[in-house]
Nanobody
């Protein structure tokens, strides 16, 4: 019903920047919160940043001041601008969207396939 397609991952040196994008497509009536998660090898998945449909944002402490989440509601797309990247930011980043497919439906979580971000020293 709903697909999330991510792009923008890759290899970057420490101190560099990357911008992730995630576009939702399919049967979409309204998208509630959208967010980015990451999972490094041997670690649990953690919420990196989230943004409500009204633009309220939330960040994990380790990325505050370096990462910026934004969204374009007209394009059903969420972005994650990552600056001053550190080696410890290396992980698979996945986007998440809570989507209503009809007026009377409840929101359901959908996930992207994940994109690798590797930060070298």
């Amino acid at each position: 019903q709903v697909q999330l397609e991510e792009s923008g991952g890759g290899l970057v040196q420490a101190g560099g920047s990357l911008r992730l994008s995630c576009e939702a497509s399919g049967i979409i009536f309204h998208i509630n919160a959208m967010g980015w998660y990451r999972q490094a090898p041997g670690k649990q998945r953690e919420l990196v940043a989230s943004i409500t449909s009204g633009g309220i944002t939330n960040y994990v402490d380790s990325v505050k001041g370096r990462f910026t989440i934004s969204r374009d509601n007209a394009k059903n797309t969420v972005y994650l601008q990552m600056n001053s990247l550190k080696v410890e930011d290396t992980a698979v980043y996945s986007c998440n969207a809570n989507v209503k497919t009809a007026f009377f439906s409840t929101g359901r979580d959908y996930w992207g396939q994940g994109t690798q971000v590797t930060v070298s020293s």
